[in-house]
């Protein structure tokens, strides 16, 4: 029964909310899924407690959706270690997002309908993180996508959310087909999407292929890297990113509950479910490797010259997806498990931070015009210092713990794509020192740059925003120490049961406790040389910045372009898509289609009936001239016609 209202109190709160929000008023709906969700809440660190470190798993059938031929699929709530971790992730996270928005979304007019489609998104992943087969999964799957998409469109009449809201949707159904044909895979492969049996028989489909196109293509690989195309897409790695920035244009809580803790980590979550497949596939973990390196090194590149405050933190996000992702491909699934859950709590913190200085300076969100704001909201200040270090990966607080622990691991992997995430994970390490600093710098530090009726207006937010920051403060500084040895430490299987699969052979995160020194003090001391040098820029010597913007100014439009991905994907997908559509329009729908059917029908009576018309000219004699022509017809017919 616990896990049952766990799920399902968001679902009913949301239908409260949005079918009787007019009813309950404003307060009632923010009172009635607040409360939900953090009920929910408890019942997850419950779980925890009960499922983790007890080690009990549960399922919980609830009843047959599916039953056609051998096509069966149950509605059932599969609570592992991995679903609670998942679960007290997902719903703390929303539950201090449900409080917080009470305070930021105080004067806006549609309150019920926000409040309702934030519980229903909680639901939607609640669903998919709880999932026991492959088509419950791909519902809260789709479930997130839906969700995400009226959240980031929620101020509707701007243009900009509207369009962001249909690039994530659109960018994600990419993904999306390549994760359905995986599972469509899966059933034609093992006769079933149930995790338990294709789980137990993924070992026999070892070695195993199949034809395309000429050549014999490895199964489990073919399975594994479609279901990765999903996770790339819902996960915003390098390919399928570019509606992750744009997503900042919904309500900042928004951005907390997509890019901290829910739908962005769904695919890390789903590769870390299906690890009984992955480790079977070493070349599939291959490309995770390559693919989570390359993007922890390029978001991060690109989120060093970002002005808008949201944006940085968004492709921070995006650049602690590839750690994350890096993690699974060499192995080290329970370490990246760890890296998002810590991760959950000071990205959130950050994100609700930079919330509470957009509420604080009336609604700005460019960096550039902001600066000395520390005095005037110190709580706002301390928070976001604390979810800055946690991001730096600075001792103590929570991401040191785990993003330090992903570096050693790619190192300990000893392998050609481990050494490449290494490296590119010591990089991020620097770059993402560079900008936590650089944002801290520029927003409260140095000389006033609003305007003064701006500075004269700034005030601190309310409790009800601020009690929220509190309690992610906590996790950003406890969650690391607290939970690195249960989590990551040699007696893992205590902690992890059966809900993630490693190999004898895959070794890389216990020996990530024995890699030389170096490389365990490399990325603490480039993060501390990282902060070092933004206070040197932004505040004892401010010219540089300029300075090298202007000296290598191709460099600083590339990222400050994103690598132009937008553009290229404009002039390759866009721009062509546009002009078949209105080649189609114009000649296939207007000229063919209408041209010959419907249109060309009606013209051509048209026509005729105006030639008609014009026979009708009003005089008397030209009707008796036309009568005689056809009397002299008539006559003539009968005599040659008739007399044969």
């Excluded at 539950?95 to 939607?124: C, E, N, W």
């Amino acid at each position: 029964m616990m896990y049952v209202l766990l799920v399902f109190l968001p679902l009913l709160a949301a239908l409260i909310a949005g079918l009787f929000g007019r009813f309950i008023g404003d307060r009632g709906s923010q009172l009635v899924t607040s409360g939900a969700v953090i009920f929910s809440a408890i019942l997850s660190w419950v779980s925890l407690y009960q499922v983790a470190f007890n080690q009990s798993p549960e399922m919980v059938e609830l009843f047959t959706w599916i039953s056609s031929g051998s096509f069966d699929v149950s509605w059932a709530l599969r609570i592992d270690s991995l679903t609670a971790v998942m679960l007290v992730v997902v719903n703390t996270v929303s539950a201090v997002v449900h409080v917080y928005s009470i305070g930021y979304m105080a004067h806006d007019p549609h309150k019920q309908r926000f409040m309702a489609y934030l519980s229903l998104f909680t639901f939607a992943m609640l669903m998919l993180v709880t999932s026991d087969n492959f088509v419950q999964l791909y519902f809260g799957w789709e479930g997130v996508g839906l969700a995400s998409y009226l959240l980031i469109g929620f101020w509707y009449k701007k243009p900009s959310a509207n369009a962001a809201a249909i690039k994530a949707f659109v960018v994600n159904r990419v993904g999306d087909f390549g994760f359905a044909l995986g599972i469509m895979a899966i059933y034609l492969v093992f006769d079933s999407v149930s995790f338990s049996v294709v789980f137990a028989a993924a070992p026999d489909q070892v070695g195993q292929s199949f034809e395309f196109l000429g050549y014999q293509v490895d199964i489990l690989t073919t399975i594994c890297l479609l279901l990765f195309v999903g996770a790339m897409g819902k996960s915003a790695q390098i390919g399928l990113h570019t509606w992750l920035p744009d997503a900042m244009e919904g309500p900042t809580p928004v951005s907390a509950l997509i890019h901290a803790a829910t739908m962005v980590t769904a695919g890390v979550f789903m590769v870390a479910r299906c690890s009984p497949i992955f480790e079977y596939s070493p070349t599939a973990l291959m490309v995770v490797t390559v693919v989570g390196g390359t993007t922890c090194f390029f978001a991060a590149t690109i989120g060093l010259v970002q002005n808008d405050i949201k944006r940085v933190i968004a492709y921070s996000t995006c650049s602690q997806l590839g750690y994350m992702f890096f993690a699974l491909g060499i192995g080290a699934y329970p370490v990246a498990i760890f890296h998002l859950f810590t991760h959950a709590f000071f990205k959130a913190l950050l994100f609700l931070g930079s919330g509470s200085v957009i509420h604080a300076v009336g609604d700005e969100q460019d960096m550039r015009k902001m600066g000395g704001l520390a005095p005037h909201i110190k709580i706002t200040y301390a928070m976001m210092w604390i979810g800055s270090l946690a991001l730096a990966g600075i001792p103590f607080f929570a991401g040191y713990y785990s993003k330090d622990l992903i570096i050693e691991s790619a190192y300990a992997a000893g392998t050609g794509a481990g050494m490449y995430a290494f490296w590119a994970g010591v990089a991020a390490a620097a770059l993402t020192a560079f900008y936590s600093g650089r944002l801290i710098f520029m927003t409260f530090h140095g000389k006033p740059r609003a305007p003064k009726e701006v500075m004269a207006h700034i005030h601190e937010s309310p409790p009800v925003m601020l009690i929220p920051l509190g309690v992610l403060a906590l996790g950003a500084i406890f969650a690391g120490m607290l939970f690195v040895g249960p989590m990551t430490g040699e007696n893992y299987k205590d902690f992890w049961g059966d809900s993630v699969l490693l190999l004898e052979n895959s070794r890389s995160m216990f020996d990530a406790h024995h890699v030389p020194t170096w490389v365990v003090l490399l990325p603490l001391i480039l993060a501390v040389g990282g902060l070092l040098l933004t206070v040197q820029m932004y505040i004892r010597r401010t010219d540089i910045p300029v300075t090298l913007a202007k000296t290598h100014s191709a460099l600083y439009q590339f990222l400050l372009n994103k690598w132009y991905f937008d553009e290229l994907y404009d002039f390759l997908f866009v721009r062509p898509a546009k002009r078949i559509g209105s080649f189609l329009w114009t000649f296939g729908d207007g000229k063919i289609i209408d041209g010959l059917g419907p249109d060309g029908i009606s013209a051509r009576v048209i026509a005729l009936a105006q030639r008609a018309s014009q026979l009708q000219s009003g005089y008397v004699y030209h009707y008796a001239f036309a009568m005689l022509l056809g009397v002299a017809a008539f006559v003539s017919y009968f005599f040659f016609a008739g007399g044969q």
